[in-house]
């Protein structure tokens, strides 16, 4: 009897080895769930992401508008028929100056 209660502490003794120390033990467990929670953060970055483009990409298929609002916005382009305003504030009036300016040389 001796040698059977033995046995099954030593055998309760490697169990409980490998489950705070071994391979697959519980701070793997704890690692693996914080891995998860990180990749979860950033598959919702990620979908939202996905969401706001195929918006776009949906508002570009169905109308013109979506189109002629981007060539306006990111390539300053204008109708024919209008006529572009810009208004400059003075800070940037005198900044552009300051840029025209020639550089004197040295000889």
């Not at 080895?17 to 467990?29: A, I, P």
């Not at 706001?52 to 024919?80: T, Y």
């Given at each position: 009897m001796r040698l059977l209660t033995l046995a099954l502490l030593i055998?309760?003794?490697l169990l409980q080895y490998r489950l705070w120390f071994g391979q697959h033990s519980?701070?793997?467990?704890?690692?693996?769930k914080s891995e998860l929670e990180q990749q979860q953060v950033a598959n919702?970055?990620?979908?939202?992401r996905n969401r706001l483009l195929l918006a776009d990409v949906n508002d570009l298929r169905q109308g013109l508008e979506a189109i002629e609002e981007r060539a306006r916005n990111e390539l300053g382009l204008i109708r024919d028929d209008e006529i572009f305003f810009r208004?400059?504030?003075?800070?940037q009036l005198q900044q552009a100056d300051a840029d025209e300016?020639?550089?004197l040389e040295q000889p």
């Amino acid at each position: 009897m001796r040698l059977l209660t033995l046995a099954l502490l030593i055998l309760f003794a490697l169990l409980q080895y490998r489950l705070w120390f071994g391979q697959h033990s519980v701070s793997d467990y704890v690692q693996r769930k914080s891995e998860l929670e990180q990749q979860q953060v950033a598959n919702e970055e990620l979908a939202k992401r996905n969401r706001l483009l195929l918006a776009d990409v949906n508002d570009l298929r169905q109308g013109l508008e979506a189109i002629e609002e981007r060539a306006r916005n990111e390539l300053g382009l204008i109708r024919d028929d209008e006529i572009f305003f810009r208004i400059v504030s003075e800070q940037q009036l005198q900044q552009a100056d300051a840029d025209e300016l020639p550089m004197l040389e040295q000889p």
